[in-house]
């Protein structure tokens, strides 16, 4: 009997590596199964990149299984070697602390909790800090061999280089994770990113050697790539964060409808619940009238509902609208720093406040002649509105908020002008 959310999975392209294909089949058509998986608290918020394992767990909830979701409060400490060339930076307990809190909240965006079948958020510090030297050498350490280590990817790619015994201990602590919510909840199945192969299968492998015939599975989703081979989740500003402090809702809204037409079916896939014969809709829409981005625009309206709810989303399509249109008017300080991020940022003097002046001081014209011809063209905006008077003041009036300037030059180059 095929699985539905399996068949679901695989129709996305979701599924990339599974430890046994017909056991994780079996076991989901016969029970409501409990799976996990799980982040550690490298940084205060998730960015989009941590998204699709977490994603794909929800899937699983929305077919009736119970997800663990588990933060690393104690693998934090230590730092996971996979996919990594060099040493992570330690951090400090408190820091961790911090970590976790943040991301905790996070993950009551992404799955419902609450109830008796509701996802459950779980820290391994709880039971890693419980651990003495001496336990974890004899009850663990003592079934894994260090050939099976040395065979995994995480270990061989760090030897030419180093790797500390703090890092080479990562994956038996994952491995334990496995063991321990396998036992305390009946978790049958871990999910996690491609990179989280060896560790997952290092927990299967812990508990067949500690406990005998243990019933767990694995399964792993594919590493996100760009058509054009670009990493995924970076925008020219840095990481596209879930925290709305770090990455505004109108950035995070801006980085998916600028998605290409080679990526967007799949990102529509892998990131939204919208179901087959909608995303088909979108695909044909995609292919007949491609200018009218309909695809893009359903990515990025249910990506960013999803995370940052329907208000925030509302609030960056009118922001987009504004910008596009050029009414600069109709925004709020905070809203234009969000718009004009990645612009130029420059520095006009108190004293300047002819027009013609401002633009060669800040470098927005070249010189005063070709100031004057660019007002006089009509090609200078001042926050939105064309100005084409050389003889013109700028006043504390075209200071937004009393904060800065913008200016555009021409159709698309704008600038924002603080003050010194």
Same mark, same amino acid.
């Given at each position: 009997?095929t699985?539905?959310?399996?068949?679901?999975?695989?129709?996305r @392209?979701? &599924?990339?590596?599974?430890?046994?294909? =017909?056991?994780?089949?079996?076991?989901?058509n016969? !029970? /409501? $199964?409990? *799976?996990?998986?799980?982040?550690d608290?490298?940084?205060?918020?998730?960015h989009?990149?941590?998204l699709?394992p977490?994603?794909?767990?929800?899937?699983f909830?929305?077919?009736?299984?119970?997800?663990?979701?588990l933060?690393?409060?104690g693998? @934090?400490? &230590?730092?996971?070697?996979?996919?990594k =060339?060099?040493?992570?930076?330690?951090q400090?307990? !408190? /820091? $961790?602390? *911090?970590n976790?809190?943040?991301?905790?909240?996070q993950?009551?965006?992404?799955f419902?909790?609450?109830?008796?079948?509701?996802?459950?958020?779980?820290?391994?510090?709880?039971?890693l800090?419980?651990i003495?030297?001496i336990d974890?050498?004899?009850?663990?350490?003592?079934?894994v061999?260090?050939?099976?280590?040395?065979?995994?990817d995480?270990?061989?790619?760090?030897?030419?280089?180093?790797?500390?015994?703090?890092?080479?201990?990562?994956?038996i602590?994952?491995?334990?994770?496995?063991?321990?919510?396998?036992n305390?909840y009946?978790?049958?199945?871990?999910?996690?990113?491609s990179?989280q192969?060896g560790?997952?299968?290092?927990g299967?492998?812990?508990m067949?050697?500690m406990?005998?015939?243990t019933?767990?599975?694995?399964?792993?989703?594919?590493?996100?790539v760009k058509?054009?081979?670009?990493k995924?989740?970076?925008?020219?500003?840095?990481?596209v964060?879930?925290?709305?402090?770090k990455?505004?809702p109108y950035?995070?809204?801006?980085f998916?409808?600028?998605?290409?037409?080679?990526d967007v079916?799949?990102?529509?896939?892998?990131?939204t619940?919208?179901?087959?014969?909608e995303i088909?809709?979108l695909?044909?829409?995609?292919?007949?009238a491609?200018?009218l981005?309909?695809?893009?625009?359903a990515l990025?309206?249910?990506?960013t509902?999803?995370?940052?709810?329907?208000?925030?989303?509302?609030?960056s399509?009118?922001?987009?609208?504004a910008?596009?249109?050029?009414?600069?008017?109709?925004?709020?300080?905070?809203?234009?720093?969000a718009?004009?991020?990645d612009?130029?940022?420059?520095e006009?003097?108190?004293?300047t406040?002819?027009?013609v002046?401002?633009?060669?001081?800040?470098?927005?014209?070249?010189?005063?002649?070709?100031?004057?011809e660019?007002?006089?063209?009509g090609a200078?905006?001042?926050?939105?509105?064309?100005?084409?008077?050389?003889?013109?003041?700028?006043t504390?009036?075209?200071?937004?908020?009393?904060?800065?300037?913008?200016?555009?030059?021409?159709k698309?180059?704008?600038?924002m002008v603080?003050?010194?």
């Amino acid at each position: 009997m095929t699985n539905a959310l399996l068949e679901d999975l695989k129709w996305r @392209g979701l &599924i990339y590596q599974q430890t046994d294909e =017909s056991g994780i089949e079996n076991v989901l058509n016969k !029970e /409501q $199964v409990t *799976l996990y998986c799980g982040a550690d608290p490298t940084a205060d918020s998730l960015h989009i990149g941590h998204l699709l394992p977490f994603l794909t767990l929800r899937r699983f909830q929305e077919h009736g299984h119970r997800p663990l979701v588990l933060i690393g409060g104690g693998t @934090g400490m &230590i730092g996971d070697p996979s996919g990594k =060339s060099e040493e992570r930076v330690l951090q400090t307990e !408190e /820091q $961790v602390e *911090l970590n976790v809190q943040g991301i905790s909240e996070q993950m009551h965006k992404i799955f419902e909790f609450g109830t008796d079948k509701g996802a459950k958020l779980v820290n391994n510090k709880d039971w890693l800090s419980q651990i003495s030297l001496i336990d974890f050498l004899r009850d663990y350490g003592k079934h894994v061999g260090v050939n099976y280590m040395l065979g995994k990817d995480s270990i061989q790619s760090r030897l030419e280089f180093g790797i500390s015994f703090t890092e080479f201990t990562y994956t038996i602590l994952q491995a334990i994770d496995f063991g321990h919510l396998n036992n305390t909840y009946n978790c049958k199945v871990q999910v996690g990113g491609s990179d989280q192969w060896g560790n997952i299968t290092s927990g299967i492998e812990l508990m067949r050697r500690m406990y005998g015939q243990t019933e767990a599975y694995g399964l792993t989703i594919p590493l996100v790539v760009k058509s054009d081979g670009k990493k995924f989740g970076k925008s020219e500003g840095g990481s596209v964060w879930l925290d709305a402090k770090k990455t505004s809702p109108y950035e995070f809204y801006q980085f998916w409808i600028n998605t290409t037409d080679d990526d967007v079916i799949k990102f529509l896939k892998y990131f939204t619940f919208l179901e087959k014969e909608e995303i088909e809709a979108l695909e044909k829409s995609l292919n007949e009238a491609p200018h009218l981005r309909e695809a893009q625009k359903a990515l990025a309206e249910n990506v960013t509902r999803f995370i940052h709810g329907q208000a925030a989303l509302d609030d960056s399509i009118r922001i987009s609208k504004a910008l596009f249109a050029g009414d600069l008017q109709s925004l709020s300080a905070t809203e234009l720093k969000a718009g004009f991020k990645d612009v130029p940022q420059v520095e006009l003097s108190n004293e300047t406040t002819n027009i013609v002046e401002a633009i060669v001081e800040t470098g927005i014209s070249s010189s005063k002649r070709q100031a004057r011809e660019d007002v006089n063209n009509g090609a200078i905006y001042i926050n939105g509105i064309r100005q084409q008077d050389v003889k013109y003041e700028l006043t504390g009036d075209d200071r937004i908020e009393n904060e800065f300037t913008i200016i555009r030059r021409g159709k698309k180059k704008y600038f924002m002008v603080n003050y010194k």
